[in-house]
């Protein structure tokens, strides 16, 4: 897949500037992408377009904007995020057969209704019960900030040192604000694609490609990949220290309200990454949410990959159906809503 297959997202609030680097490294290094909006209106509605080069910052969504939700993060502006659950071994009793089926039956009406795909991935910490929907690879889009953020710390945990305050403030802007700057010069810190390639070698993810060049927007990747990598995050053992985890925790935790959609929808209290762009050859929109949320008394890692929804706000109410959907079926209740799309 070539760079030109990615559409470009409109611009958002994460689109600030990137802080200069101390050591003089990163002015190199750094490729200022500016994001623009084009709204161009029609019966069919509005077609969003922009600018992707290595990701996105749109906070577009329904009516124009994702929504903003009144729930709680885990990790509350001024507190510190929740104690990870913890570590558990591969071995425990994952989910049913039946469950498993249940959880197909339910989202074959996205894909047959819209042609959206979608590919899921839940697990229960606390009881070791786990869930994995779809084998493909799908694109990242804004989801590789966190997958970025752990091969930067992996790198300083190797050097024996701690985050400079220029890689904390750019990681901080990069995560909380989806900002693509940011996102592009700590690609560049991280040595790009070969070494995010090497870092998911000590993470333990199998299936993602990063993407090339300076694109790190399309690096691909599946939903099973994307749930070690928040194994990695939230819980022990992990290749990433405690004070990393609690970093990545903190960061996840304190999403601009305007992206706490996606996974959030089935919990109270949450930690989370989205991400989101439109493809220019098929005009589909490709919408991603992974993180921790806490409902029904327990702790979830929840992982949605999407794409082929035609529109943004269509995906976003597909991510968010899913979760709660895939949530149900592993506590072997039924969804609140139908996952089918209207």
């Given at each position: 897949m070539s760079p030109s297959d990615a559409a470009r997202p409109p611009r958002g609030t994460g689109n600030r500037p990137v802080p200069p680097d101390p050591s003089g490294r990163g002015k190199a290094c750094v490729r200022r992408e500016r994001i623009r909006l084009v709204l161009a209106c029609s019966a069919a509605g509005a077609l969003l377009t922009g600018c992707f080069a290595a990701g996105h910052t749109a906070t577009g969504g329904r009516g124009g904007h994702p929504p903003v939700r009144n729930q709680t993060p885990l990790t509350p502006a001024h507190s510190k995020p929740a104690q990870a659950p913890p570590g558990f071994p591969d071995t425990r009793t994952p989910a049913s057969t039946d469950a498993d089926n249940a959880l197909t039956r339910l989202l074959e009406p996205i894909r047959a209704q819209s042609g959206t795909r979608v590919s899921i991935a839940v697990l229960e910490p606390g009881t070791g019960r786990r869930m994995v929907h779809g084998s493909q690879t799908h694109i990242t889009a804004s989801l590789a900030k966190v997958n970025i953020?752990?091969?930067?710390?992996?790198?300083?945990?190797?050097?024996?040192?701690?985050l400079t305050p220029w890689e904390t403030s750019t990681a901080a802007s990069m995560i909380r604000s989806s900002d693509n700057d940011s996102?592009?010069?700590?690609?560049?810190?991280?040595?790009?694609?070969?070494?995010?390639?090497?870092?998911?070698?000590?993470?333990?993810?199998?299936?993602?490609?990063a993407g090339p060049g300076t694109h790190w927007g399309l690096t691909r990747t599946t939903a099973a990949d994307q749930l070690t990598l928040l194994k990695t995050v939230f819980a022990g053992p992990s290749p990433l220290s405690e004070a990393s985890r609690h970093l990545i925790q903190t960061f996840m935790g304190r999403i601009d309200a305007d992206q706490d959609w996606g996974i959030s929808a089935e919990g109270s209290r949450w930690q989370l990454k989205n991400g989101w762009v439109q493809r220019s050859h098929s005009q589909r929109w490709a919408i991603n949410s992974m993180g921790r949320v806490a409902a029904h008394g327990s702790t979830f890692y929840v992982v949605v990959l999407s794409h082929g929804s035609p529109s943004m706000s269509h995906g976003i109410s597909t991510v968010e159906r899913a979760a709660r959907t895939a949530v149900h079926a592993l506590r072997g209740t039924a969804p609140p809503v139908s996952p089918i799309i209207h």
């Amino acid at each position: 897949m070539s760079p030109s297959d990615a559409a470009r997202p409109p611009r958002g609030t994460g689109n600030r500037p990137v802080p200069p680097d101390p050591s003089g490294r990163g002015k190199a290094c750094v490729r200022r992408e500016r994001i623009r909006l084009v709204l161009a209106c029609s019966a069919a509605g509005a077609l969003l377009t922009g600018c992707f080069a290595a990701g996105h910052t749109a906070t577009g969504g329904r009516g124009g904007h994702p929504p903003v939700r009144n729930q709680t993060p885990l990790t509350p502006a001024h507190s510190k995020p929740a104690q990870a659950p913890p570590g558990f071994p591969d071995t425990r009793t994952p989910a049913s057969t039946d469950a498993d089926n249940a959880l197909t039956r339910l989202l074959e009406p996205i894909r047959a209704q819209s042609g959206t795909r979608v590919s899921i991935a839940v697990l229960e910490p606390g009881t070791g019960r786990r869930m994995v929907h779809g084998s493909q690879t799908h694109i990242t889009a804004s989801l590789a900030k966190v997958n970025i953020l752990a091969a930067l710390l992996l790198r300083a945990q190797r050097e024996g040192r701690s985050l400079t305050p220029w890689e904390t403030s750019t990681a901080a802007s990069m995560i909380r604000s989806s900002d693509n700057d940011s996102a592009g010069a700590l690609w560049q810190r991280i040595g790009g694609g070969p070494g995010l390639a090497a870092a998911n070698k000590v993470l333990g993810l199998t299936s993602t490609q990063a993407g090339p060049g300076t694109h790190w927007g399309l690096t691909r990747t599946t939903a099973a990949d994307q749930l070690t990598l928040l194994k990695t995050v939230f819980a022990g053992p992990s290749p990433l220290s405690e004070a990393s985890r609690h970093l990545i925790q903190t960061f996840m935790g304190r999403i601009d309200a305007d992206q706490d959609w996606g996974i959030s929808a089935e919990g109270s209290r949450w930690q989370l990454k989205n991400g989101w762009v439109q493809r220019s050859h098929s005009q589909r929109w490709a919408i991603n949410s992974m993180g921790r949320v806490a409902a029904h008394g327990s702790t979830f890692y929840v992982v949605v990959l999407s794409h082929g929804s035609p529109s943004m706000s269509h995906g976003i109410s597909t991510v968010e159906r899913a979760a709660r959907t895939a949530v149900h079926a592993l506590r072997g209740t039924a969804p609140p809503v139908s996952p089918i799309i209207h």
